[in-house]
Nanobody, 124 residues
Framework: QVRLVESGGGLVQAGGSLRLSCAAS????????MGWFRQAPGKEREFVAG????????AYADSVKGRFTISRDFAKNTVYLQMNSLKFEDTAVYYC?????????????????WGQGTQVTISS
C-alpha cells in the first residue's frame, strides 16, 4: 500500500504561485492513479486535478483549468500540483489521494489512500 505526504503549502498573495508536492512511499507507486483535492472551511472536499497512472491522461476542475498543472515524477515517486495565478477562493487544505486502477477518477469515494493535507492560504 502506498503512503502519501504532502508539502509546499503556505501563505501567498493573490496572483502568486505555489507548488505542492506529494511524496509517495511504496514500490507500486507507478500503478496508482493520483489526484489532488481541496477542502475549504464549511465546504465539502472537491476534486482539483487527477492524473492517470501512466501520466497519459490528466483532468482538471473547471475552476483551476489554465492555472494549475498536475504532473508526476516516477523516479522520485512524487506528484506535483503547480498553482499559478492564485485567487482568494483557492484557499483550502489540499489533499493528495491515490488508488490503483487504469481509469480516471474524480470523486473522493473513488480514492482509498489520502495524505494528511497541506494548508494553502491566499491573501487578497
Amino acid at each position: 500500500q502506498v503512503r502519501l505526504v504532502e508539502s509546499g503549502g503556505g501563505l501567498v498573495q493573490a496572483g502568486g504561485s505555489l507548488r505542492l508536492s506529494c511524496a509517495a512511499s511504496g514500490r507500486t507507486f507507478s500503478r496508482y492513479a493520483m489526484g489532488w483535492f481541496r477542502q475549504a472551511p464549511g465546504k465539502e472536499r472537491e476534486f482539483v486535478a487527477g492524473i492517470h497512472w501512466s501520466g497519459s491522461s490528466i483532468a482538471y476542475a473547471d475552476s483551476v483549468k489554465g492555472r494549475f498543472t498536475i504532473s508526476r515524477d516516477f523516479a522520485k515517486n512524487t506528484v506535483y500540483l503547480q498553482m499559478n495565478s492564485l485567487k482568494f477562493e483557492d484557499t483550502a487544505v489540499y489533499y493528495c489521494a491515490a488508488r490503483m486502477g487504469s481509469g480516471n477518477y474524480y470523486r473522493t469515494t473513488e480514492y482509498d489512500t489520502w495524505g494528511q493535507g497541506t494548508q494553502v492560504t491566499i491573501s487578497s
